[in-house]
């Protein structure tokens, strides 16, 4: 079964950091591009950021360019996201997703998220 | 960035309805659009993709249609299980960008 399992969310100070771990299953990972998708609490979707399957390529929204960084570890089968000077605005609900295609593509697979709560 | 609307925002249906859902890029994106399905407490579930391609499992009573900056979800007869959040999301560029949502609410 094709799944994805996201931890590492949790409470965290403004200027504070945290990093969100994605643990993959199910499929070949390093075939895919990977991407974390956030949803602030009553919101919409906001794309966060892409790797490619490779893991030579990221993309990153401008609203976390500069203070998240994605990466990947094939041995693991694991996405993670580094979070760092978080700020209030940050506060969502993040989903790991798999791209249909080894570069960014559609999501076909969600993770049931972790939340992530900036407050003092 | 591209920027995606969604028209409308909210959709009061009965079970049975033919209903539309339309979505538009501020630029061309080709066919390189996605429909999402979303239900309280729940991920996104991908219905749509390449504009027009059904996703795996997905009832065919959902089609998409459109190229370009103008693109439409259709559900053909609208089921009890469909009331729910719907996301278009463009991937033309590798900086992807979703729409506002439309809620498909019981009427």
């Known amino acids: 079964e094709v799944q994805l399992l996201e931890s590492g969310g949790g409470l965290v100070q403004p200027g504070r950091s945290l990093r969100l771990s994605c643990a993959a299953s199910g499929f070949t990972f390093s075939g895919y591009a990977m991407t974390w998708v956030r949803q602030a609490p009553g919101e919409g979707l906001e794309w966060v950021s892409t790797?490619?399957?490779?893991?030579?390529?990221?993309y990153y929204a401008d609203s976390v360019k500069g203070r998240f960084t994605i990466s990947r570890d094939t041995s693991k089968s694991t996405v993670y996201l580094q979070m760092n000077s978080l700020r209030a605005e940050d506060t969502a609900l993040y989903y790991c997703a798999k791209d249909l295609l080894t570069v960014p593509d559609a999501f076909d697979i969600w993770g049931q998220g972790t939340m992530v709560t900036v407050s003092s | 960035d591209i920027q995606m609307t969604q028209s409308p925002s909210t959709l009061s249906a009965s079970v049975g309805d033919r209903v539309s859902i339309t979505c538009r890029a501020s630029q061309s994106i080709n066919i390189w659009l996605a429909w999402y399905q979303q239900k309280p407490g729940k991920a996104p579930k991908l219905l749509i993709y390449k504009a027009s391609t059904l996703g795996t499992g997905v009832p065919s009573r959902f089609s998409g249609s459109g190229s370009g900056t103008e693109f439409t979800l259709t559900i053909s007869s609208l089921q009890p299980d469909d009331f729910a959040t719907y996301y278009c999301?463009?991937?033309?560029?590798?900086?992807?960008?979703f729409g506002p949502g439309t809620k498909v609410e019981i009427k």
């Open positions: 790797i490619s399957g490779s893991g030579g390529s990221t």
């Open positions: 999301q463009q991937y033309n560029s590798y900086r992807a960008t």
